[in-house]
């Protein structure tokens, strides 16, 4: 909520402040307790970035261009994913490497070093975020036309969107458990190695969610124009029946196949997932769009990160009993989560009475 009341820009400064010190803290942790304190600290300094920024977005872009604009947010943070993964290996590779004997931090243990080495400059690069402007914030719609003002108006809007929350976030169940598991299946299934693997896996769902969520904010930009934003929701469903049949293919017994499919659903699931972030910004008001999307975020965690990975564990002990499984409970988890999703866009986009966008009116 603190991203509908004050400066967006400072709190983002704040929040990489906050996750550099923790990540630093986590390189100098000696229990477990010191480890999940400084993990929390993490946790929350990152809490703030992604309702801030969408938030800081909405104003710098009119709703026209706003779609394409959040994409392009989404797909940093789908690089960044993959990046993280070369740069702390990298990191770990020249720490023991030797590159640092000699100096005093040579008789730190490697993977405090690394903590310590990516954390720090995040100190320096919380500087540069005060470069940006803050924007003004674009007018809001009257109270009357949104629902109601205030606390009120705030739960209203909340509510309103409540079928959109629930097709992102199990899109990010769903992304957490193919991603969590499609690796497992490569080197269990088709017996590849596992450095091969991580390579060139995490390339491919970087270029798949990044592009996906790229086109989706595309497609939402040309066909929301003049305030037809229901008309995203109509992307998502189409993505979503498109993408049922490749989660059966990641099944496939060709591992060309498989290699194909991942990617290609991570592309799909990135364009669901970009059309439903912009339709929420469409469908809020200004001055409740960080409280919107930090609910977003926060169902994506604990629905994606908490369940995904297990879904497809308990799948596979419950429906197929056996390793053989893994490939059969990766298609059946990732095909019902999407038909879920489309049963739900099916039954908001019979119900909703379609509504002038709250950004379209505000510009």
């Known amino acids: 909520m603190l991203a509908d009341r004050t400066s967006r820009r400072n709190l983002i400064f704040f ?9 630093v803290a986590c390189g100098f942790a000696h229990s477990f ?11 929350l300094g990152e809490s703030v970035l992604s309702p801030s920024a969408i938030s800081l977005i909405s104003d710098y872009f009119p709703a026209s261009r706003r779609g394409l604009a959040v994409g392009s947010y989404l797909s940093g ?15 770990l590779q020249l720490v023991q490497a030797g590159v640092f004997a000699g100096t005093p931090i040579a008789l730190i243990a490697p993977w405090r070093l690394v903590l310590l080495v990516i954390g720090s400059p995040g100190l320096l690069w919380a500087l540069a975020i005060l470069a940006i402007r803050e924007p003004q914030r674009r007018a809001a719609i009257a109270p009357d036309a949104s629902g109601a003002g205030g606390a009120s108006g705030r739960h209203a809007a909340v509510w309103r969107v409540a079928p959109i929350y629930l097709v992102v976030a199990t899109a990010s169940l769903v992304d957490n458990a193919v991603g969590a ?16 693997v991580g390579l060139q896996l995490g390339l491919l769902l970087t270029i ?34 498109v993408i049922l049949p490749v989660c059966w293919a990641i099944d496939a017994a060709q591992l060309r196949i498989v290699m194909a499919a991942v990617p290609l659903y991570f592309a799909l699931s990135g364009i669901v997932t970009a059309c439903g972030f912009s339709s929420i910004l469409d469908v809020v008001p200004n001055r409740q769009r960080g409280f919107a999307m930090a609910v977003s975020f926060f169902l994506n965690v604990a629905l994606g990160a908490g369940l995904g990975p297990t879904s497809v564990a308990l799948v596979s002990d419950r429906a197929f009993g056996s390793t053989a499984g893994l ?25 909703l009475k379609p509504r002038a966008a709250v950004s379209g009116r505000a510009g």
């Open 33 to 43: 307790g010191g480890l999940f304190a400084a993990r929390v600290v993490v946790g």
């Open 77 to 91: 943070i789908a690089i960044g994913n993959g990046a993280s993964i070369l740069i702390g290996g990298g990191a």
């Open 15 to 23: 929040g990489v402040v906050v996750w550099s010190i923790g990540t």
């Open 327 to 351: 490939g059969p409970a990766i298609a059946l988890t990732a095909g019902a989560g999407f038909f879920l999703i489309a049963t739900v866009l099916v039954l908001t986009l019979a119900t």
């Open 208 to 241: 798949g969610f990044g592009g996906g969520v790229l086109l989706g904010g595309w497609l939402s930009d040309r066909l929301g124009r003049g305030g037809r934003w229901w008309r995203k929701l109509g992307v998502c469903l189409v993505s979503s029946l």
């Open 181 to 196: 598991w499609a690796p497992t299946l490569l080197i269990r299934d088709f017996g590849r190695d596992a450095a091969q």
